[in-house]
């Protein structure tokens, strides 16, 4: 690859924002070229890589437009809401995105489709290479213990994180839930109190725990009478998930029109 990719961050200043800022800096193909962050905040006017002491010429700014005008690939990690406002306008200008936040609903998901159609996407639940491989497994796994275990998945995350359960725990759920030829949003029950009665084996069960500084882990666990197995990804750094979205950005800038994944990045979709 001889271009260098012109990325710009969203919400940069962020716990996700300010890994990112290392992880472009270490790929030898991308240069970051803009970094947003709401108006209003304190960081306004610093350098992008002032948390870590990188001096990348780039000032963080709440122009959108500016940031936009002059950037191939925009990695979005913030919030559903903030994401909705930058896709027209990446679309409308043909920017492409790499869009790692979580806790869209259905509309919030189908506006990501949408514009899609406009520009180049990879929408992922988690960029971390040893999670995708994970989901490549699970299917695998789940198409032979499709009888006789009860299946769980159990996720821990830092004490800010807003959305749960995690988005890598739904997509988990989604993975296991297409595997045995069901749909998730009928056959998942998210947490238990009381007087539950039995556990009903068609059911996909989830629990969250969230506190101290836990950067990410996730347990999909298929209990059968007499055995359990279980399979486990755990993040010591945000490090793994930017580093996957930088990657995902590279390969993006390489495809067509469309909405993709880490699956189809990692070259683990068949498609």
């Known amino acids: 690859m001889s271009a260098t990719i012109k990325v710009a961050l969203a919400g940069v200043n962020g716990r996700m924002g300010k890994v990112l800022v290392e992880a472009v800096a270490a790929n030898p ?32 700014s709440s122009d959108i437009d500016a940031v936009l005008a002059n950037c191939d690939v925009l990695i979005d990690f ?12 990446c679309a409308e200008r043909g920017i492409k995105m790499v869009i790692g936040t ?26 971390s290479i040893g999670v995708n491989l994970t989901f490549h497994i699970l299917d695998t796994v789940t198409r032979v213990l499709n009888e006789g275990y009860d299946i769980e998945i159990i996720e821990a995350h830092h004490r800010h994180k807003v959305d749960a359960p995690s988005g890598t ?3 988990m759920g989604e993975v296991i839930a297409h595997a045995l030829g069901r749909n998730l949003a ?17 059911t996909i069960g989830f629990a969250t725990v969230r506190g ?3 950067v990410g882990e996730h347990t999909a666990l298929f209990a059968g ?6 399979i486990t990804h755990k993040a010591s750094s945000r490090m793994t998930f930017a580093a ?10 390489q495809q067509r029109t469309g909405l993709y994944d880490m699956q189809d990045v990692l070259g683990l979709n068949n498609r």
């Open 29 to 60: 193909h991308t240069v970051l070229t803009g970094a947003l962050e709401h108006a209003g905040s304190e960081a306004l006017g610093l350098d992008a890589g002032h948390a870590s002491g990188l001096k990348t010429g780039v000032a963080i």
């Open 244 to 253: 996957g979205a930088v990657r995902a950005a590279v390969w993006l800038q």
């Open 186 to 202: 009928d056959c998942a029950v998210y947490g238990r109190e009381g007087h539950t009665g039995a556990r009903s084996p068609q």
């Open 102 to 127: 979580t806790g869209f609903d259905e509309a919030g998901k189908a506006d990501i489709a949408a514009a899609a159609e406009h520009t180049g996407i990879v929408f992922a639940a988690n960029f």
């Open 169 to 171: 725990a739904l997509r």
């Open 212 to 214: 101290g500084d836990i």
């Open 78 to 89: 913030t919030r559903p809401n903030v994401s909705g406002s930058l896709l027209p306008r």
């Open 225 to 230: 009478e007499g055995e359990r197995v279980e």
